[in-house]
């Protein structure tokens, strides 16, 4: 499979090609050159995939892994390396599909939804660029490989969500998103550091010898590393970031902020999980209790955003949560025995990464056609939009868990393996997995359904227009804001939906995931767990009628009672809980005002000062002793006699 | 009464060369003393050399050759001297050290 190396090599020589260019390429040139290195990419990742889960199994009935490129780039000692390479195991190569599916469908939705944009040739370079680091990332042959991708993914992420370099939201976020993650990545350093020093190896299967020696720092070796995949993965309370890289352009939003690099913190656990579950069992519970309530909390903020990206980017970090979940249930290797939750989170993370991107570019259409974000700018538009409505329904009913649609499956995994390890722990996933439905059929029917807003009275598009104007028109608004019937997008735009859509109708079932991905590599049979299935679907169904009585209709009037009654709850949860405001105060009341400033005094004062006396010093020294070099010879000769006459003493003395 | 010349004789006499010399060298402004200052210093070992090879080599010559040397070496040194000292005289107009300053960086 040595083919494999031009899956990485593609999209890193398009990015080249693209941003040293020049900035002069017709766009259509620019797109195309992204999009065909991309479908190329496609195309030999599921090349890759069939080779590589067509293959015959190993005597143990194992898929082999292979390493058909591998070479020492830093060696440190005789075990310690940091090597490049690509590794093929069963979750990298179902990793690399997910990756190139969604990213050769964003890629063709950009060239309709980026038309025309300024900076359309720096997007697709820095598509590639993105693209070649999440590929880079989950082929990685050991950790360390991982973590240099990891940054890169990062830079990547912080360029597209500062794509519309003018707005300063924009640049906000992309600074947001840089500073939270690079700071979970401090943690993941340190992680591999440790884990470096102590089993003199960076690789992924340290040998049993090298284990004994990291006893019992593995844990928090770990637990560390579990830190920057929360910082990646938006993980309570590192989520902050996310909510915001929804400045970017929407597409991006669905390739980097949905579906791919925000479940590098979940494919890092899965990576680690042999480890995870021999030597720091404690440490994989601890990332099911953050995933839980980083899902439970992002489900309530959910349910009341108003800007539909929003919803979606909290729906992005629930479901995340409950890729954690589903990982830190286990309790061993034998998918029978308790490791059902590791091939439950790798089914859910392949599904999720399907209908989120799928929502996304719904979104992305929905936001074309109707210049605005907010949800009061909607309604009604399924006459307007129907491929948009009927793709944005699926992937809703996808999401929520409604059988045949492939999340049930994911999500029922999840929820089995759940309960396997807890009733409670079953049960709370059943909540939130009904508030999934709620909050995505409230954003469903704000959208598609209610009042028709865009062929509203004069007043309603009088206020748009008034938006327009205090907006200027930058970044996603494209033409102004100027009333006209939403229509449906072009076809560059809806063909990725289709197909997206296709693949979440069928990838539940017809795809016998768990006969690829398992915890310990067996073939595994998924077989739905009746009780657990029928609850999950009773609830989803109920959540969704709910949601359909509150916001179907023209008006809301359930929906504005409770919001008043609950008006404070409303505002809170709608103000995120004020997390953004807590991690302001922590850093700017507490970090800045009590550490900050006083080491900026000290370096001021103390430091800054030391080095000024330096240069001080040195100048007068040199004032002083000026005058003697006076240039005449006479004063030489004169302290040359004195020298010569105090040496001869001290010689004839001595 | 004869007085023997004694070695220590000569010495003492070169010995208050050098020093009227290193004197005049520190002490004097013209450049044309401080020449003279130098001729005294370079003739006081001169006078060394030919009396430690008097009476402490009788039979060797090198003592002689090396004063030989220094003198013509004092002669060619003293016509480059004089030939920059009247240079500069017609230049700048000027001959005492503390005057001589437009060269200085």
Redesign the interface.
Known sequence: MEYTIFILALPVLSFLVLALAGMKMPHKVAGAIGTLSLAAVTVLSYITAIGYFGATRTAEGLLPVSTPWNFQWLPFTESLHIDMGIMLDPISVMMLVVISTVSLMVHIYSFGYMKGERGFQRYYAFLSLFTFSMLGLVVATNIFQMYVFWELVGVSSYLLIGFYYTKPEAIAASKKAFIVTRFADLGFLIGILIYGYYMQTFTFTPSEEQLMKAGMVLPWALGLMFVGGAGKSAMFPLHIWLPDAMEGPTPVSALIHAATMVVAGVYLVARMFPLFIGFAPETLHWVAYIGMFTAFYAATVACVQSDIKRVLAFSTISQIGFMMVALGVCTSLDPHEGGLGYMASMFHLFTHAMFKALLFLGAGCVIHAVHSNEMSFMGGLRKYMPVTHITFLIACLAIAGIPPFSGFFSKDEILTACFRFSPVAGWIMTIIAGMTAFYMFRLYYCIFWGKDNNSASREQSQARLNYAEAQPVLGEAKDNYAHHTPHESPVVMTLPLMILAAITIVAGWIMPFGHFVSSNGHAYDIHLDTTVATTSIIVAVVAILIATWMYAGKTQPVADMLQKKFSRLHYAAYKRFFMDELWLFVTKKIIFRCISTPLAWFDRHVIDQFMNFMAWGTNAAGETAQPIQS????TY??WF?GGIIILTAALIIL | MEIEVHVLHYLVISTVMLFCGIYGFFTRKNLLALLISAELMLNATNINFAVFNRYLFPGQLEGHFFSLFGIAIAAAETAVAIAIIINVYRNINKILTDDISEMKG
Request: proline share 0%; glycine share 14%.
């Open positions: 240039g005449k010879i006479q000769t004169m006699l």
